[in-house]
């Protein structure tokens, strides 16, 4: 009895171990399932990394409008001003502009056109500053900005524009395109001249002091050259591109009243016999052409000193 009854309770327990086993297998693979469940699967991961995508770029784009949108607003009040009308309608400005860059590029240049002794020379060139970081980055920025921009509008936006858009379109694109080109050009010139300057005279500090025709013919070249760069497009800028603009609205008003102006690539005026006939229309296109041939004269000359600094800095690449 002892021994049947021994028998049943360890059968019992064995029963209940497999009872409490299988309901622990039961319950285990429930949690994992329900693990799965909650997991987010890899189309899920990825559908939410897009939305918050969406989202950083919308709010990105939401605020460089906003941007945008203000820096316009403000434009256009200071486009109302009197202020405005002054720099735009009076040829003073563009006077006052010219003497301040020319007096500028003076007070860099006057320890060099006026020169100096050579002791003072001798105790110049005992010291040796480096040149700025700084200098350096703005001096092949400037001037690698200025060339991209140069090549960019000359040979591949003017044209491509030019070959595919009606006319008139394309003077429009050209008129916002110009001031912005040949200012930005000016600038970058200046910054690229006077970087030079610096760059020089921390490599050769006696040339701080020394007169002008002291120095290797190549840097004057090079001087010359940045200097007619920055002085050519500034003349356009303020001299040729205004002028140039109003008399492209009088030609373009002339050809709308007759319904021209949507034809791609050149128009000279005698395809339309009311154009033809007409004096004023005559007159005004004769002008246009001629300050547009000088422009883009100019705009070449500029171009072409440009390159002259381009081969002056590829002749003093050392790679090592």
């Not at 700025?132 to 491509?160: E, P, R």
Request: proline content about 3%; overall charge positive; aromatic content about 10%.
């Amino acid at each position: 009895m002892c021994l049947q009854g021994m028998h049943h309770r360890v059968s019992g327990r064995l029963l209940g171990g497999g009872v409490i086993d299988d309901e622990f297998n039961v319950t285990k693979s429930e949690v994992e399932k329900s693990l799965l469940r909650e997991a987010p699967s890899e189309s899920d991961r990825v559908a939410v990394e897009e939305e918050l995508y969406r989202d950083m770029l919308a709010g990105g784009t939401q605020v460089t409008r906003k941007l945008f949108e203000d820096i316009k607003r403000l434009g256009d009040k200071f486009c109302q001003s009197t202020t405005y009308k002054i720099l735009t309608r009076t040829t003073q400005p563009s006077h006052a502009i010219s003497m301040l860059f020319v007096s500028f590029m003076l007070l860099v240049l006057w320890p060099n056109i006026i020169g100096q002794s050579k002791e003072s020379s001798g105790d110049c060139a005992r010291l040796q500053p480096r040149a700025s970081v700084l200098v350096s980055l703005a001096y092949f920025g400037s001037f690698a900005m200025h060339f991209g921009a140069q090549m960019w509008m000359t040979f591949v936006s003017g044209l491509a524009l030019y070959f595919n858009l009606p006319r008139h379109t394309f003077g429009r694109i050209q008129e916002i395109l110009f001031p912005k080109y040949f200012s930005m050009g000016t600038g970058l010139s200046v910054v690229t001249l006077l970087a030079f300057i610096n760059l020089q005279r921390a490599a050769h500090p006696e040339l701080k002091t020394a007169s002008l025709h002291n120095w290797d013919p190549i840097l004057l070249l090079q001087l010359t050259t940045l200097a007619l760069c920055a002085i050519l497009e500034l003349t356009v800028w303020l001299y040729l591109a205004p002028p140039m603009l109003r008399l492209m609205h009088l030609k373009y008003n002339f050809e709308a009243r007759e319904t021209v102006g949507q034809e791609i690539g050149q128009f000279s005026g005698t395809e339309n016999v009311q154009l033809r006939r007409s004096s004023p229309y005559q007159n005004v296109h004769k002008r246009f052409r001629q300050i547009h041939m000088l422009t883009a004269s100019v705009n070449m000359g500029s171009l072409l000193c440009t390159f002259v600094h381009l081969h002056y800095l590829a002749s003093r690449v050392e790679l090592h």
